[in-house]
């Protein structure tokens, strides 16, 4: 067993050997939790902070984190990259549609949003007849979720856009970024403003926004090629739902042969709803790089999502309509 040998120093070296000792003596919970100690100087105090790439160290000032740097920053490059892997390949929690509170479809055409409130309602929801108090179906040109009457025409759904846009709502100004990469609903084709709302919107907490960031970046729509930069916004999405970017995460991994990467990002895709994520996993599994049970894996989690998707209201509005196709 390793002793303690915490002593009285008189250099820098030896005051370095004194706070590695101490820091040898403490559990790894106790190193971020309760103990603050300069991992330079050996300071005490409860002002500390912490490296922020790692959170496994504490420095009194800048000046002693620079100090320090030269015998951190392999353990802490390594931390970091630990640390980074632990939220990318988290399952993200996904939204249920706010009237019948079942989970929202990955498909675009299966809900809808609505420029009067914000909200993201599901195509069942929004296909499903009204009754009145009586039992009497009423007119149902109305908002599901606020009951405010639709706009009359595309100019009335542009002004309550910008309205919502004015109100910062991520959605809408995301949406107000695709009509302007589109030249469409009256906005003049723009990339580069496109760009900034993609942005805003991606700050206020929309994934599909950083998304979008991520293929201007790889196919230089308004911006020069940069994959790094790519990667980095799809891995921003990615970590806020977005399951086509983790899509492309993983074919971007298996691509460059890193398989065991890909498929982790597979299977969070496909328990997302891509079903091209499974078709993708299924063309691993034919080539040999992954196993029948990593297939089988992936089917079982496509199942699960079709499950908690479902419902008959749902089915009613797709086999009205095309445009209300859930899966």
Same mark, same amino acid.
């Given at each position: 067993?390793?002793?303690?040998?915490?002593?009285?120093?008189?250099?820098?070296?030896?005051?370095?050997?004194?706070?590695?000792?101490?820091?040898?003596?403490?559990?790894?919970?106790?190193?971020?939790?309760?103990?603050?100690?300069?991992?330079?100087?050996?300071?005490?105090?409860?002002?500390?902070?912490?490296?922020?790439?790692?959170?496994?160290?504490?420095?009194?000032?800048?000046?002693?984190?620079?100090?320090?740097?030269? /015998?951190?920053?392999?353990?802490?490059?390594?931390?970091?990259?630990?640390?980074?892997?632990?939220?990318?390949?988290?399952?993200?929690?996904?939204?249920?549609?706010?009237?019948?509170?079942?989970?929202?479809?990955?498909?675009?055409?299966?809900?809808?949003?609505?420029?009067?409130?914000?909200?993201?309602?599901?195509?069942?929801?929004?296909?499903?007849?009204?009754?009145?108090?009586?039992?009497?179906?009423?007119?149902?040109?109305?908002?599901?979720?606020?009951?405010?009457?639709?706009?009359?025409?595309?100019?009335?759904?542009?002004?309550?856009?910008?309205?919502?846009?004015?109100?910062?709502?991520?959605?809408?100004?995301?949406? /107000?970024?695709?009509?302007?990469?589109?030249?469409?609903?009256?906005?003049?084709?723009?990339?580069?403003?496109?760009?900034?709302?993609?942005?805003?919107?991606?700050?206020?907490?929309?994934?599909?926004?950083?998304?979008?960031?991520?293929?201007? @970046?790889?196919?230089?729509?308004?911006?020069?090629?940069?994959?790094?930069?790519?990667?980095?916004?799809?891995?921003?999405?990615?970590?806020?739902?977005?399951?086509?970017?983790?899509?492309?995460?993983?074919?971007?991994?298996?691509?460059?042969?890193?398989?065991?990467?890909?498929?982790?990002?597979?299977?969070?895709?496909?328990?997302?709803?891509?079903?091209?994520?499974?078709?993708?996993?299924?063309?691993? @599994?034919?080539?040999?790089?992954?196993?029948?049970?990593? @297939?089988?894996?992936?089917? /079982?989690?496509? /199942?699960? @999502?079709?499950?908690?998707?479902?419902?008959?209201?749902?089915?009613?509005?797709?086999?009205?309509?095309?445009?209300?196709?859930?899966?």
């Amino acid at each position: 067993m390793s002793t303690c040998n915490v002593g009285a120093s008189k250099s820098n070296d030896d005051n370095v050997c004194e706070v590695n000792n101490k820091l040898q003596c403490m559990s790894a919970a106790d190193k971020f939790n309760d103990v603050s100690i300069c991992a330079n100087c050996g300071k005490e105090g409860d002002k500390l902070k912490a490296c922020t790439a790692c959170k496994m160290v504490k420095y009194c000032n800048r000046e002693c984190q620079i100090a320090h740097r030269p /015998q951190h920053k392999k353990v802490c490059r390594k931390r970091a990259k630990e640390l980074h892997d632990i939220e990318l390949f988290k399952q993200p929690k996904e939204d249920d549609c706010p009237i019948c509170f079942i989970q929202l479809p990955s498909l675009k055409t299966g809900y809808r949003y609505q420029t009067c409130c914000g909200k993201m309602i599901c195509s069942g929801c929004s296909y499903a007849p009204v009754y009145d108090d009586q039992g009497n179906e009423v007119d149902n040109q109305k908002c599901a979720f606020c009951r405010t009457p639709y706009p009359t025409s595309d100019e009335k759904g542009i002004e309550r856009l910008n309205k919502r846009v004015e109100a910062n709502d991520p959605i809408a100004i995301y949406n /107000q970024g695709n009509y302007y990469r589109d030249g469409r609903n009256g906005y003049p084709q723009d990339d580069k403003k496109a760009l900034e709302l993609y942005h805003r919107a991606g700050e206020l907490g929309y994934s599909a926004a950083y998304y979008s960031i991520g293929v201007s @970046y790889y196919n230089s729509i308004g911006v020069e090629v940069d994959k790094k930069k790519a990667e980095h916004y799809y891995e921003l999405a990615a970590m806020g739902g977005d399951s086509m970017a983790r899509h492309n995460l993983g074919n971007n991994e298996a691509r460059a042969g890193n398989i065991e990467r890909a498929l982790k990002h597979y299977m969070i895709a496909v328990r997302s709803g891509r079903s091209e994520t499974l078709n993708q996993t299924n063309v691993l @599994y034919k080539n040999g790089h992954v196993t029948k049970e990593d @297939y089988t894996r992936g089917l /079982q989690k496509y /199942q699960a @999502y079709l499950g908690e998707i479902k419902s008959a209201q749902r089915d009613k509005a797709a086999a009205a309509r095309e445009d209300y196709r859930y899966y």
